[in-house]
Structures are given as C-alpha cells and as structure tokens.
C-alpha cells in the first residue's frame, strides 16, 4: 500500500529555529533606517569627522544645481539637495561609498 502524500502544511522539525534565525540575522544586519535631509546628514558626518580627526567638507562647485560633492576624508560622495529627504537606499549607497554605516551616524 503507497503512502500517503506528505501534508504540505507541515513542516520539518528544526524548519522554524532556521526561519527566526535568518530574521533575526537580517534585523541585526540592517538596523531601522534613519530618516533624515541632507542638512542633517551634513551635520552629524560632520560631528563623526571631529570626533575621528577625520576632515569633512561640502564642495558646491563641483555639481550642478543642487547637487555638490560631499567629502569624508579621501573618500566622497554626490549630495543633491541638502533642504529634501534622503531615502533609505539612497543613504545606505552614500554611507557606503564614504566607508560608514547608519551606526556611525548613531
């Protein structure tokens, strides 16, 4: 006689303790994403730069419109308009291309 078909809404023991695992790894990954201007990103890359010795400065000339090139050390990156919203995935691309994440800002 063939078994039964297996009971789809089960699941294999230990299945659970590896789903809350992996979520608990992603939450610590990505903390909750600030919400912040340019103006206020400015501000505290600036108050990190002193505590680091690190120099942060704002160049406008090299942009158009609105858009200049933020400096954190060596490293940089294109701030557009510093009185708007940055977006989350915005932030995290220009924390990444300076070498920061959204801890540093904390």
């Known amino acids: 006689m063939p078994s039964p078909p297996p009971n ?6 230990g299945f659970s303790d590896q789903i809350s695992y ?4 992603t939450v610590s990954e990505y903390p909750i994403t600030l919400h912040m201007t340019g103006n206020e990103l ?6 990190l730069g002193s ?3 690190v120099v942060v400065r704002f160049d ?3 942009g158009k419109g609105s858009h200049g090139t933020l400096y954190f050390g ?3 990156t294109v701030l557009k ?9 915005l932030l995290h691309a220009m ?3 300076l070498g920061l994440s959204e801890r540093d800002l904390r």
């Open 60 to 62: 406008e000339e090299r």
């Open 22 to 25: 992996y979520c608990l790894g």
């Open 74 to 76: 060596e490293r940089f």
């Open 95 to 97: 924390l990444r291309q």
């Open 81 to 89: 308009d510093r009185r708007a919203e940055i977006r989350p995935g």
């Open 8 to 13: 789809r809404n089960t699941v294999s023991p």
């Open 42 to 47: 400015l501000r505290r890359l600036r108050r």
């Open 51 to 53: 505590r680091r010795g």
